[in-house]
């Protein structure tokens, strides 16, 4: 730390600090909480962030902030604002800090203000002021408010009342211990991989602990979130890992219930591999219509009015939150029917819950997107084209065809070509070409589906629609095949495609695009993997050959996308996107 006796000479000091450093100013009458201090001024998510009386640019806003201060210089020494002129101050600041703020917001440089609730940052400017602000910050316990704050805002019943209350001192211990949350996490999968690995073993021992270490893979799975608020410690490769691997746990964890069963004798991969095509279609949905919706203009909705009425009642909010079972409850129930019941009792109660809790949800966005008046945005759009995954034989059909004109076109075509595909594959005889000239068909659909921007009120359907095809047909043809390990070996492969699709998700959200348009026509696009898998469930009828191709498929896709998605974020300037509002 440095003081300067001025403007001028702060911004000297400005400009000799390494360009690749963070730098902050700090008025030397500032009186705060020391987590206000770090809220303000140790976040790395923001290029610039700012609380009275301090103000801080990482390397990307160094040099708006070196130019801000230089023409500071003449302006705050008169009195007068340092913004240009015509510009409105955004805060009551009148620092040298806040000034500056007002100066790169006008600029263009967005600063980000961190809301500090009950926590005190002020530059009094009198005896009377500063002995006020202190007796603010002996009023409040800071490390309370900061540990309060390490829990994410919006949480499920579970999570909020049986694991946060102790996790986030767990939280604590390891961050005074100097662990990362990217190192929690992995202890995370890890444990869930064990507990996977402990319900394969098919014993009921096995089952009890497999339960348990579920539960605290759970626990970890808090922790490393809470860590990363509480020490401020976020990261692109946090997040990334943060938002796959619970997909990775979670899934893992059916495969071992289904290798357990076996070992036992019952055959429940149908219920696995069905379990996890219904959850990730669920988390596309609510994907899809977040990006379709989250800038929508002139978004009004009396649904939307109604919940946030009965967000008013706090019973109600609770409930709601456990009713679309989120992934406390979710890991719950299986934690503790692993440990008491059977695997096939396990896999039917989720497939009850996440069914109903994908009705309940379903249902009431549909209700806000049809009673909404909004204009989606091209960007809107844009992601949900790439949400949608289309590969070259969808693309080749939309360069040549256009879809009619209305409102629902594209749902319908997407939600006919799936009906189509999926009842060829269940109803069709196995092993005959119907089902895939029901795919070629669907391929055709989809890309007359696409073929115009998705705008639509009920657009934001298509892609889970087509995740539902693609998954379901899969899913179908392995069973009815009745070749050994062939619903196994369709479990590697929709994982494969789901890590695709998460992977594109998360790249969305964190304002870097889909993935590139060569991996999309490398591994197929939907359209075209559906197809694939109904030639060779034609083609190879006989033997163990559809499960080899099968198997094959899986692991070219799993490289595939494994090696570009582990490439891009390891690499990538991504912002740390991590999960604050999603119940998953």
């Known amino acids: 730390m440095t003081a300067a006796a001025d403007a001028s000479e702060a911004a000297e000091l400005l400009a000799a600090v390494p360009a690749s450093r963070r730098v902050a100013l700090v008025d030397p009458r500032f009186v705060g909480h020391v987590h206000a201090l770090r809220l303000g001024l140790t976040d790395p998510r923001f290029a610039a962030a700012a609380i009275p009386g301090a103000l801080t640019a990482q390397p990307e806003a160094r040099a708006a902030l070196l130019r801000a201060l230089r023409r500071a210089v003449v302006a705050v020494g008169a009195g007068s604002p340092v913004a240009p002129p015509g510009a409105e101050p955004v805060t009551e600041d009148r620092t040298v800090p806040g000034r500056l703020a007002v100066a790169l917001d006008a600029e263009g440089t967005h600063v980000q203000r961190p809301e500090l609730g009950s926590l005190t940052a002020e530059v009094p400017t009198g005896p009377e002021e500063r002995v006020a602000a202190r007796a603010a910050v002996d009023a409040v316990d800071d490390e309370a408010v900061r540990l309060r704050s390490a829990v994410k805002a919006h949480d499920g019943f579970f999570t909020t009342f049986f694991i946060s209350p102790y996790s986030r001192y767990i939280a604590r211990w390891c961050a005074r211990r100097g662990l990362t949350p990217n190192q929690v996490t992995t202890a995370s999968l890890i444990t869930a991989l064990i507990a996977a690995g402990s319900a394969a073993t098919g014993t009921r021992g096995g089952y009890v602990a497999a339960g348990v270490l579920l539960l605290l893979s ?69 994907f899809s219509f977040n990006e379709a919706n989250h800038d929508a203009v002139s978004n009004t909705s009396p649904t939307a009015a109604l ?120 109803f069709a005889p196995y092993g005959g070409w119907l089902t895939v000239g029901a795919a070629a068909l669907y391929a055709v659909v989809s890309g007359l589906a696409v073929s115009r921007p998705l705008k639509g009120a009920l ?108 490439r891009f974020w390891v690499s990538s300037s991504a912002p740390a996107v991590h999960d604050e509002g999603e119940l998953a």
């Open 459 to 566: 657009d934001w359907l298509v892609p889970p629609v087509f995740r539902a095809a693609e998954y379901c047909t899969v899913l179908v043809l392995a069973a009815r095949s009745d070749v050994p390990h062939a619903v196994p070996a369709a479990f590697g492969l929709v994982s494969a495609v789901a890590y695709h699709h998460y992977d594109t998700v998360y790249r969305i959200r964190g304002g870097t695009g889909a993935p590139p348009r060569w991996l999309v026509r490398t591994i197929g696009g939907h359209e075209g993997r559906t197809l694939v898998v109904a030639v060779l469930a034609a083609v190879l009828t006989g033997g163990s050959g559809f499960t080899t191709a099968l198997t094959v498929l899986a692991a070219a896709v799993a490289l595939v996308v494994l090696v570009e998605s582990i």
């Open 218 to 286: 759970f626990v970890l799975d808090c922790t490393d979130g809470q860590l990363a608020r509480y020490s401020l410690q976020y990261s692109t490769m946090g997040a990334w890992l943060d938002a796959t691997f619970d997909r990775a746990k979670e899934y893992a964890y059916y495969a071992g219930l289904a290798l357990g069963a076996a070992r036992g004798g019952d055959d429940v991969w149908v219920l696995a591999l069905g379990a996890m095509v219904l959850q990730a279609c669920r988390h596309v949905v609510d």
């Open 307 to 426: 919940s946030d009425k009965l967000d008013s009642v706090g019973w109600t909010v609770w409930l709601r939150r456990m009713i679309v079972l989120p992934i406390g409850e979710r890991w719950a129930m299986i934690a503790v029917l692993t440990a008491v019941t059977t695997p096939r009792i396990v896999f039917y109660a989720l497939l009850v819950g996440c069914a109903l809790a994908a009705c309940y949800t379903t249902a009431g966005r549909l209700l806000r997107s049809l009673t909404r008046k909004a204009q989606r945005t091209d960007r809107a759009a844009r992601a949900l084209a790439d949400l949608a995954d289309s590969g070259p034989l969808a693309e080749g059909v939309g360069a040549v065809l256009r879809r009619p004109r209305g409102g629902f076109t594209a749902p319908f075509l997407a939600l006919a070509g799936a009906a189509v595909v999926v009842a060829a594959a269940l």
